[in-house]
């Protein structure tokens, strides 16, 4: 696998390195390992720790996959409205903080940083702070809530 290049950063998950190519200038930058998960390159789900994390949740100070997600955010009201954002598209270890309409990018803050500091056009990209995902963005929170619903429902209908 090649890698992922904007703007002169190149991502190469399959070694687990980022190359800064920034003023003709090379820069390698070792990526902490994403633990036992099927993607070395991103952070692991803090609930199940082997899928790579999609959603951080803001509350909960956690990096939850989506099937996590579905389980902790579907358990009950409270919880599914918790405000949960995109992990970055770049590196997939942090939250998203900017979304970049040009590169339809949602990045951290140091991502963002690094890959609008590349070049002069890169840098007029017009970048928008990323907005918390609502419950029907992540449809496998919504659906369990609605199994969860429906089958508290059925089980007292049996009770009577």
């Not at 270890?93 to 979304?99: E, F, G, K, N, T």
Request: proline share 6%.
């Amino acid at each position: 696998m090649r890698g992922l290049i904007f703007y002169g950063l190149q991502v190469n998950k399959a070694s687990r390195f980022m190359n800064y190519n920034l003023s003709g200038n090379v820069f390698e930058h070792k990526v902490a390992g994403g633990g036992e998960g099927s993607c070395p390159w991103a952070r692991p789900c803090n609930g199940c720790r082997s899928a790579p994390s999609v959603v951080y949740c803001r509350a909960d100070a956690a990096y939850l996959c989506a099937s996590c997600d579905t389980r902790v955010h579907g358990a009950n009201r409270v919880a599914s409205r918790h405000e949960r954002v995109r992990v970055c598209e770049a590196c997939e270890r942090m939250p998203a903080v900017l979304a970049c309409r040009a590169d339809a990018a949602a990045l951290c803050a140091i991502c963002d940083a690094q890959v609008h500091s590349a070049n002069p056009l890169a840098g007029r990209h017009q970048r928008v702070p990323v907005l918390p995902l609502p419950a029907a963005a992540i449809p496998a929170a919504y659906v369990l809530a609605e199994a969860a619903a429906a089958t508290t429902a059925l089980g007292e209908k049996k009770r009577r």
